[in-house]
């Protein structure tokens, strides 16, 4: 849809000088995106202008209220992103001075199932801020940046990922002066849209191991580009900012905490507490009590769990008991499941080529991911030992590496890499089915015979 509305009072009147709340001057696909108005006398527009705008080059907007965290977005497919009209903001310092991560909440469509979604924000000895996979902008969110008391100077898109592209454009506009800089091979499904349709404008292309970004000096970056494992290459640049000696990704690696992020509402776990129709479904034939939900420390870390198992597994084996399987997967830097098998099994030896270079290039002692927790205090051989489970496609695991480290690795990467098998049965079938129906490929290279 390309239009901005403003919905006005019944007595508002047609002005000659119209009112966009839509930026008349963005362009779509090569146009100029126009607004669609109701026009109110200047008096009457403080009392009565309420602001509503949808726009193929804003997907999302922004207005005041009291606490600053009115954000609206309904896009998304085949699930729109919630929270749809709320979102607050958690800002953490993760190096003193140098180094802060801000989180906001991300729903799944109408479910019950959130997670945290997080920007990571870089002070550059320039003085300048260095802005990684921006979040919703709204008006809490670009406050607490400009706490920091410096200019926005590079906004960064690490992924061809829609959950954090649909936030560059809004977070663009409201520091304009800042560069812009995607990750190569853009992409979006069902329908493959331009940047422009995103209201990403002028963006430069990340290169792998470019030393000519403004940054190079700071930050260095690698660039995972794979060939297309069905409807779309998978694009993650990861990046190293050497004086704190720390490694960012997006969707590469997480750490499942044993509790939930702060900025998950109490209403969206105690949502997930209660025995609806997917616990009923996921209870391994046990009988589900059908109980009111009340508002305690237990039912918050049960919402939490079901919330960790569905949105690694999809469709985990017992979400009416859902600690064991929990226990399992928190607490450890891990390779998500659904990554792993709908992504990485497919192009092991693109992926391992990537670990290798940046375990062997960069000195980190630290990982900040995009999702759950973060700063994670890591090394290399954690890191590798995430990927272990690459030696089932790739022969000749780690050769280059030193002994101690391969040895390490090898003890680590067998408890990193192992998932309940009655948890992955869903995903298994699922790969199955989307391999049978060519929208995901078997594996593209490396594959041992």
């Known amino acids: 849809?390309?239009?901005?509305?403003?919905?006005?009072?019944?007595?508002?009147?047609?002005?000659?000088?119209?009112?966009?709340?839509?930026?008349?001057?963005?362009?779509?696909?090569?146009?100029?995106?126009?607004?669609?108005?109701?026009?109110?006398?200047?008096?009457?527009?403080?009392?009565?202008?309420t602001k509503l705008v949808v726009a193929s080059a804003s997907p999302a907007a922004t207005t005041?209220?009291?606490?600053?965290?009115?954000?609206?977005?309904?896009?998304?497919?085949?699930?729109?992103?919630?929270p749809?009209?709320?979102?607050?903001?958690?800002?953490?310092?993760?190096?003193?001075?140098?180094?802060?991560?801000?989180?906001?909440?991300?729903?799944?469509?109408?479910?019950?199932?959130?997670?945290?979604?997080?920007?990571?924000?870089?002070?550059l000895k320039s003085g300048g801020l260095w802005v990684h996979a921006p979040i919703a902008p709204t008006d809490e969110c670009i406050q607490l940046i400009k706490e920091l008391?410096?200019?926005?100077?590079?906004?960064?898109?690490?992924?061809?990922?829609?959950?954090?592209?649909?936030?560059?454009?809004?977070?663009?506009?409201?520091?304009?002066?800042?560069q812009v800089w995607v990750a190569p091979r853009q992409w979006s499904w069902p329908l493959n849209l331009p940047l422009e349709f995103f209201g990403i404008f002028r963006a430069r292309t990340l290169k792998d191991e470019d030393l000519s970004t403004p940054w190079a000096g700071e930050i260095e970056q690698k660039v995972l580009s794979s060939p297309?494992?069905?409807?779309?290459?998978?694009?993650?640049?990861?990046?190293?900012?050497?004086?704190?000696?720390?490694?960012?990704?997006?969707?590469?690696?997480?750490?499942?905490?044993?509790?939930?992020?702060?900025?998950?509402?109490?209403?969206?776990l105690l949502a997930s507490a209660k025995n609806g129709l997917a616990v009923k479904i996921l209870s391994q034939g046990k009988e589900v009590p059908d109980e009111p939900v009340i508002d305690n420390k237990k039912n918050r870390q049960k919402g939490w769990e079901r919330?960790?198992?569905?949105?690694?597994?999809?469709?985990?084996?017992?979400?009416?008991?859902?600690?064991?399987?929990?226990?399992?997967?928190?607490?450890?830097?891990?390779?998500?499941?659904?990554?792993?098998?709908?992504?990485?099994?497919?192009?092991?030896?693109?992926?391992?080529e990537w670990v290798d270079s940046i375990s062997r290039d960069w000195r980190f002692k630290r990982i900040i991911p995009a999702h759950f927790a973060a700063p994670i205090n890591a090394s290399r051989s954690d890191f590798r030992a995430?990927?272990?489970?690459?030696?089932?496609?790739?022969?000749?695991?780690?050769?280059?590496?030193?002994?101690?480290?391969?040895?390490?690795s090898s003890i680590m990467g067998k408890a990193a890499s192992y998932f309940p098998p009655d948890d992955m049965r869903t995903l298994s079938s699922l790969d199955q089915f989307l391999v049978?129906?060519?929208?995901?490929?078997?594996?593209?290279?490396?594959?041992?015979?």
């Not at 494992?229 to 998978?234: C, K, L, N, S, T």
């Not at 084996?317 to 600690?323: A, K, Q, R, T, V």
């Not at 995430?386 to 280059?400: I, K, P, Q, S």
Request: positive net charge.
């Open 1 to 49: 849809m390309v239009a901005a509305i403003a919905v006005s009072s019944p007595k508002s009147t047609v002005l000659p000088n119209p009112i966009y709340l839509g930026d008349p001057s963005s362009n779509f696909v090569g146009g100029s995106l126009k607004g669609l108005c109701l026009h109110l006398k200047p008096k009457q527009q403080r009392r009565y202008l």
């Open 64 to 82: 005041s209220n009291a606490n600053g965290r009115f954000y609206f977005n309904f896009t998304g497919f085949p699930f729109p992103l919630g």
């Open 84 to 123: 749809f009209l709320n979102r607050s903001t958690i800002r953490i310092e993760a190096v003193k001075g140098c180094i802060w991560l801000f989180e906001q909440e991300q729903a799944l469509g109408f479910s019950s199932v959130s997670t945290n979604i997080r920007m990571t924000v870089v002070k």
């Open 149 to 178: 008391g410096a200019p926005v100077e590079y906004i960064v898109l690490p992924t061809f990922a829609y959950e954090h592209k649909i936030f560059v454009g809004p977070f663009s506009r409201k520091f304009p002066r800042a």
């Open 228 to 268: 297309e494992v069905g409807i779309g290459p998978y694009v993650e640049v990861a990046f190293y900012h050497k004086p704190s000696r720390t490694l960012l990704v997006t969707d590469a690696v997480i750490f499942v905490p044993r509790q939930p992020p702060e900025c998950i509402s109490k209403e969206s």
């Open 307 to 352: 919330m960790v198992l569905q949105i690694l597994f999809l469709g985990p084996s017992n979400l009416l008991e859902p600690n064991a399987s929990f226990a399992q997967m928190s607490q450890k830097l891990i390779v998500s499941p659904i990554v792993k098998t709908l992504v990485f099994s497919k192009v092991p030896e693109k992926v391992r």
């Open 386 to 408: 995430a990927f272990a489970f690459l030696d089932e496609f790739v022969g000749d695991r780690y050769a280059t590496w030193p002994s101690l480290s391969l040895l390490f």
């Open 436 to 449: 049978s129906v060519g929208a995901v490929k078997k594996t593209v290279s490396g594959r041992k015979r």
